[in-house]
């Protein structure tokens, strides 16, 4: 089931810089790939990533939200990460999403912020594909936390009506943050990036077959529709 939201087809005032993004090493768009218009965000493994200073429109509490995103791994073999809120310092975490090194996606809530004690994954063993774009949606409805790939639940869902520990830190794309330094770098292309405080998504649903726009509901989107080599990125919302 599509939960399209009454909001959707409300006009919104959409503010094109609502967030800083910031790029690091030389993450940058690309034309190589895309999975909407002209090009895609290229992360090659090596200091590439995208930070956006902590903002409250993401501390959902026990309210319902949606993470969701394109992606498309040079190598689904190796143990990366799509996005997360880092553990800095230690016992601050609150939600990552990675790669696991079986081909499969995983999901990291917390609710102590000690521990990812709500993890699980979204597909079965090499359900990851190389080279392929794929789509990954985490949902909280209510008590449910739930992942889906490709628009079909998940490998392992989650129940608990605790909220998502508010952290204090930076949401960083394409990697993890640690005390350490930025770890487990994402090597592929990555599209549509947006963050909403609804449940988008309450059961299987046919993937996005176009880019997303800003609705009443959203508070981050990234598209990457632009020239090849641009290190420009925008993080848009609603006010």
């Not at 040079?74 to 310092?89: H, I």
């Not at 487990?184 to 726009?213: K, V």
């Amino acid at each position: 089931m599509l939960v399209s939201g009454a909001a959707s087809q409300t006009p919104v005032a959409v503010v094109a810089g609502r967030h800083t993004v910031t790029a690091n090493g030389d993450v940058q768009h690309s034309t190589a790939q895309s999975k909407f218009g002209a090009s895609s965000i290229r992360f090659d493994g090596t200091g590439d990533y995208l930070t956006i200073p902590n903002s409250s429109d993401w501390d959902f509490g026990t309210g319902d939200f949606t993470i969701e995103f394109w992606a498309r791994l040079d190598n689904a073999s190796v143990r990366q990460y799509y996005m997360s809120n880092g553990d800095v310092p230690s016992g601050t975490k609150s939600l990552a999403f990675k790669n696991q090194e079986n081909r499969r996606f995983k999901y990291l809530p917390s609710t102590t912020g000690s521990s990812y004690d709500l993890e699980g994954y979204g597909g079965g063993p090499d359900s990851t594909i190389n080279n392929t774009w794929q789509h990954y949606a985490f949902v909280r409805y209510g008590t449910s936390w739930k992942p889906y790939v490709d628009g079909t639940l998940g490998y392992s869902n989650r129940t608990s009506s605790s909220a998502l520990y508010t952290s204090p830190n930076q949401l960083t794309i394409g990697a993890i943050e640690y005390t350490s330094g930025f770890s487990e770098l994402m090597t592929g292309y990555m599209d549509e990036i947006r963050i909403s405080d609804n449940a988008r998504y309450t059961s299987n649903f046919t993937p996005p077959t176009s880019a997303f726009t800003v609705d009443g509901n959203t508070k981050l989107l990234i598209h990457s529709d632009t020239t090849n080599g641009s290190t420009t990125f925008v993080g848009e919302g609603h006010t």
